[in-house]
């Protein structure tokens, strides 16, 4: 396939060669409709040949403005030079020997670097594994271990992942859990503080509500671990409530519950934070790490106080390929690219670009019912004008005609009416501009009459 690559673009913007998707991308989506499995989905069956700074280049020689960066992976963007160059170097060197049977050192930075950068400067460990799921299903092994206890508790429009204890974890039926029962025992669900949609509670209100529900039907006693996601991803990019996750924090300490960051989508400088606990000033017990931390090789990790992430006997954590070689040097690679080339800082100027254009696009459309989040981690909300009435179709809509149109954007949300901008941080300012003089039109062009 390679031989038959078109030129590579070489300017940043779109290029929109033939309409999306192109006869290529039909082809392949012809091949993949006959060879890949039915549960798989796609938002936008556009295939790709290269991506790199803010855009995706397709089969079609189309290069498409990158609003997602592979669901928030690659945040130093595609092919970032160091971890190229990095990955190159160790594919020649080694691609693995296993780190539980003769071990090297690229596990053993990675585990320092995190250890070092995460929030907290207590004494700590880390582990390493493949995605975020098996990452999550981690921090739930080591809290029961720690604790003695089993109950876990996560939130009303949680994500953790697909695997049958993170889909216990998950909040949504479907797609992610719909006929895929019966799921792991032990998960409790408690009430989330969703600003828009909570009137005038605070984030403190929010919390007691939470604690409430929790200490009556678990039980502080019973209780392992509380998973929260500091910042929602899936389930509609839902920041809480000043106050929100400090007084549940403070409510786990004081019970011996051990309190896990979930910062898979929102970690490694993609919130203007390197990770959204920061924000808050919350020290979470464990945090579990994935998607930006290796510029999208697979890797995922659980970091935290040393007594709890110890308190497992030798062998009761691993798996073949967690902390692979190649994922290592990756993720020394991606954390190199984020301090050097000070991706906090343009995570921030993302946002203010983000903020003014969200707004803009608000204040002449009553469909946008909330504009939020943080950093490159910003969504909006549709909703039914002039109320609070979710609004998927405009959702849908808004996408399709983004897609048609050469930009990249996903929808997430519990109701599916949240548009959410997740763009690589090595997105130039012109790209960005690009992506939402797209997205004014296509809010325009989907208005009701
Ligand atoms: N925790 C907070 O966002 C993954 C899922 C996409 P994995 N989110 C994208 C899909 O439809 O499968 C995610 C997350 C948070 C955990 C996970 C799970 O991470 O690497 O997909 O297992």
Known sequence: MTSTLPPSATTGSRRLLTELPGPRSRELAARKA?????????????????????????????????????????????????????????????????????????????????????????DKRSVLFNSGAEAVENAVKIARSHTGRQAVVAFDHAYHGRTNLTMAMTAKSMPYKSGFGPFASEVYRAPLSYPFRDGDLSGVEAAARAIDLIDKQVGAANLAAVVIEPIQGEG????????????????????????????????????GAMFACEHEGVVPDLIVTAKGIAGGLPLSAVTGRAEMMDSVHVGGLGGTYGGNPLACAAALAVMDTIVEEGLVERARQVERILTERLGRIRSGDPRVGDVRGRGAMMAVELVEAGSTTPDPATAKAVATEAHRNGVVVLTCGTYGNVLRFLPPLAISDDQLHEAFDVLDAAFASTAPA
């Open 236 to 271: 509609g990019f839902i920041v809480p409530a000043p106050g929100f996750l400090q007084a549940l924090a403070q409510w786990c300490r004081e019970h011996g519950v051990v309190f896990v960051a979930d910062e898979v989508q929102t970690g490694f400088a993609r919130t």
């Open 34 to 122: 006959a060879a890949v499995a039915t549960g798989v989905g796609t938002t936008m069956p556009v295939y790709a040949v290269r991506a790199h700074g803010g855009v995706v280049e397709d089969v079609d020689g189309n290069v498409l403005i990158d609003l997602g960066s592979g669901i928030a992976v690659t945040t130093v963007g595609s092919s970032a030079p160091r971890v190229v160059a990095a990955v190159q170097e160790q594919v020649a060197a080694f691609t693995h020997t296993c780190f539980m049977v003769t071990p090297y050192e690229g596990y053993v930075a990675v585990a320092e670097r995190l250890n070092d950068l995460t929030p907290g400067d207590h």
